[in-house]
């Protein structure tokens, strides 16, 4: 979502007069009494890894309205896992595209969701105004949302939770559910892989000679799109998986969505018999891939929506971290492991796209040795 430049122009520029215009209207409007709601609509537009640690609040949503209908906006980014989510009842796709492109689309869209008379709609995002836009136009009266930062989107919610830096992203999502009342204590992560999913990674993993008794571990090197300080340096995942393969008798399986050549001419000059170890994967459907982390000894990675899906399969994971704050975005379980840079600068996000430098020092300052020791502890 972050990298649709157009949609992203639309939604500061047209989003924030269109939230202050409508938001002054709605404050014509009394604030209803509590009730039981009946039909909620939620809304989440990115990204995959926000919608994983979205999920403990869909759970306990369910828990205390089971009769209630729940609908769930999304886009292609995050549809998989919304359709997987036994706490969803209706997944409705809003494609950006479309609505940039063709204003009856979105006229469309916005009567589908009126249809649905919700008595209280949820928006998720924590930035973006479209959200809170179409939130506001389905029609419900309990409107329940963040009040981000320098975001201006709140002026159109009945409720508002203040979105905190220094309070991780689960807890955020819930507080947006304890405005219905609803304890939410369970903060656990969780994810759905079927039989189908399993067999199809069972088979690709056997096509790249990976047998079912063969142990491998997953390093994730990519990152997304113009995220590119928040990636550890091509080269330091060269020299440590040239390392693992001097020192582990384990397969290596390197994933991503687009095919890693630049790292693979890095690992061309290894030995023969090592490089062997060396798994380049193809891209995977999300399912697909939670089926070969699952059964991986540990996943190795940036800060990404995949560290998130990891510790939702609760595998060991290992999450290398500079620009991005740990206390917000961090991987949770006892199994994980973050390392960070440690830099006066570190760390400088908050939302995901405040990036003030072009040096990337914070991630080349987390060095080789530290990352091995602690991939050792695990697979020892």
């Known amino acids: 979502m972050r990298g649709n430049k157009l949609f992203n122009i639309l ?8 939230i202050f215009a409508i938001g002054l209207v709605k404050h014509l409007h ?22 994983v640690l979205l999920i403990p609040a869909l759970r306990e949503l369910k828990k205390a309205f089971p009769s209630s209908k729940i609908n769930f906006i999304v886009t292609s980014i995050n549809k998989e896992i919304a359709q997987k989510c036994p706490y969803v009842d209706n997944v ?7 609505a940039v492109k063709n204003p009856l689309y979105l006229l469309n869209f916005i009567l589908q969701l009126r249809k649905l008379n919700p008595d209280v709609a949820i928006d998720a995002d924590q930035w973006l105004r479209v959200s809170a836009i179409l939130s506001f136009l389905s029609g419900a009266k309990k409107l329940i949302g ?6 201006h989107k709140h002026f159109l919610f009945t409720h508002t939770v203040p979105h905190i830096k220094k309070r991780h992203e689960i807890e ?9 009342d609803i ?6 992560l969780e994810y759905w892989i079927n039989t189908d999913e399993d067999k199809q990674a069972i088979d690709i993993l056997k096509s790249f000679g990976v047998q079912e008794n063969d142990k491998y571990l997953v390093i994730h090197p990519e990152v997304p799109l113009h995220r590119e300080q928040k990636q550890w340096p091509e080269e330091k995942f060269a020299e440590l998986i040239e390392k693992l393969a001097d020192t582990k008798k384990i397969k290596i399986l390197i994933t991503g969505t687009t095919p890693n050549n630049s790292l693979k001419n890095r690992l061309k000059n290894m030995d023969y018999q090592k490089l062997t170890r ?16 699952k059964h991986s000894k540990l996943l190795l990675c940036n800060n990404t929506g995949i560290m998130h899906l990891a510790c939702a399969l609760n595998i060991p994971v290992i999450g290398l ?14 199994k994980s492991i973050t390392i960070k840079a440690d830099i006066d600068c570190s760390p400088c996000i908050y939302l995901g796209f405040e990036y003030n430098c072009n040096e990337n020092k914070c991630m080349n300052s987390i060095n080789t040795s530290e990352v091995l020791n602690n991939i050792n502890s695990i697979l020892k």
Not at 33 to 45: A, C, G, R
Not at 146 to 151: D, K, P
Not at 172 to 180: G, K, S
Not at 281 to 289: N, T
Request: proline fraction near 7%.
């Open 11 to 18: 939604d500061y520029y047209a989003g924030i007069p269109l």
């Open 30 to 51: 009394s604030i209803p009494k509590p009730q039981k709601p009946q039909t909620i609509l939620i809304t989440k537009l990115s990204a995959l890894g926000d919608t």
């Open 92 to 98: 409705i796709e809003f494609k950006v595209s479309r």
């Open 146 to 151: 963040f009040n981000t930062q320098a975001q």
């Open 172 to 180: 955020c999502f819930l507080d947006l559910i304890r405005q219905l």
């Open 183 to 188: 304890k939410a204590t369970d903060n656990s």
């Open 278 to 293: 060396v798994v380049f994967m193809p891209k995977l459907s999300i399912g697909v891939y939670a089926s070969v982390l």
């Open 321 to 334: 971290h500079g620009s991005i704050s740990t206390e917000k975005w961090g991987p949770v379980g006892q």
